[in-house]
């Protein structure tokens, strides 16, 4: 266990008398999950959000969710309600953007009056650009992007992926919602835990459709139709989205190496979250994606432990047969623990939102 750790105690997400089973992968049966978990939360959040609103930093490593807790969010609370903004995707826009003349005279126009730095506009968009290789893009200047998109939405409830990135961004993190006019409302840090044996699972196995780029994973996330190659001897799954028409999913070049091959990202990830856990002043949010093996009946519900599919080929019915069992790894400290599904992870956030906001 990390220090930070010893002040954020696990968050069980049982309900006293609820013995009704829920399927999270079902939409309409999440919602009444969420209801009968934390439901009198909801209605505090939703009072709160009737007139106010929050900045959410996620702090998590790479693949820890962060896209996914937002859109659950959104799911719960309305986007009306919930926004989220993914640096890199708002870095990535504005690349594309300036392909366009009228888009880039936009963009021009906007960073000259609201970019502050040490180097020009012109050289910042030139390292946009990959025309100089040399500067780094500047950390005001990403800012002033993200301060154009959200300036572009409605004033309500962010939650930020991708910000602060580096060791220097977490002193800008503490004044940023100056920057974008929340500067009256709450922020917060959301850090999350992950064992780092689950970020390797989920790379390995990945897979994803050809023609619509849905994702989904081999062992812990597979669709209704999978079939074996007797030549190799290896499981394929299908997308079952009815207009792909089956096709085969395929790996990623190099996902079959796990987490090495961003071994360098998740230290700094790491260090980030350390850092961030150290500040005064700023409310902060332990998320665990996992709990020791050990108190996973005590703390959850078995169907909202991550499952491991298990295949089978039935030669007698050329088919593929499919089991489920409760995924076990080990979290960073070799303690053999289970993986939560996302459902669960968001129920410990809405629950510690709730007292953070002192609702």
């Known amino acids: ?32 999950y969420f209801q009968q978990k934390v439901g009198a939360e909801i209605a505090k959040l939703r009072e709160f959000m009737s007139n106010n609103v929050f900045v959410g930093f996620w702090l998590g490593k790479k693949n820890s969710g962060k896209g ?6 959104a799911e719960i609370f309305g986007e009306d309600k919930i926004g989220h ?26 960073l000259k009056k609201n970019y502050r730095g040490y180097i020009s506009v012109e050289q910042a968009l030139d390292a946009l650009l990959g025309r100089d290789t040399k500067t780094l893009l500047p950390t005001e200047f990403i800012m002033a992007l993200v301060k154009r998109q959200v300036e ?15 060791i220097d961004q977490v002193s800008y993190s503490l004044f940023f919602r100056k920057l974008i006019g929340y500067d009256k409302d709450q922020d917060l840090f959301i850090c999350i835990d992950i064992p780092e044996a689950v970020i390797d699972e989920r790379m390995k196995y990945r897979v994803v459709c ?22 190799t001897g290896k499981f394929k799954m299908m997308c079952d989205n009815p207009e792909c028409e089956k096709a085969v999913m395929v790996s990623k070049e190099g996902d079959e190496l796990g987490i090495e091959t961003i071994r360098e990202r998740l230290n700094l990830d790491q260090s980030l979250i350390e850092k961030v856990m150290s500040i005064y002043g700023v409310p902060k949010i332990l998320l665990r994606n996992a709990v020791p093996a050990d108190r996973t009946t005590e703390l959850t ?14 030669e007698a019915t050329d088919q593929v047969d499919v089991s489920e069992k409760p995924w076990s ?9 289970n993986s ?19 609702l």
């Open 1 to 32: 266990m990390r220090d930070y750790e010893k002040n954020y105690p696990l968050v069980s997400t049982k309900v006293e008398g609820l013995g009704k089973k829920f399927d999270l992968s079902d939409k309409a049966d999440r919602a009444d």
């Open 68 to 73: 996914t807790y937002s859109k659950l969010m």
């Open 85 to 110: 903004i993914s640096v890199g995707d708002v870095v990535r826009a504005a690349h594309a953007d300036m392909e366009d003349e009228v888009k880039k005279a936009e963009i021009v126009d906007y």
């Open 152 to 166: 572009s939405m409605p004033h309500k409830t962010l939650f930020l992926d991708g910000f602060p990135r580096e």
């Open 210 to 231: 050809p023609k619509c780029k849905t994702p989904r994973n081999l062992k812990l996330l597979a669709t209704k139709f999978v079939g074996y190659d007797k030549e």
């Open 301 to 314: 519900d078995d169907y909202e432990v991550t499952p491991e599919y298990v295949f089978k080929y039935n």
């Open 329 to 337: 790894i080990k979290d960073d400290f070799g303690i053999e623990s």
């Open 340 to 358: 939560l599904l996302s459902p669960p992870v968001v129920v410990s956030l809405i629950r510690q939102l709730a007292k953070v906001l002192g």
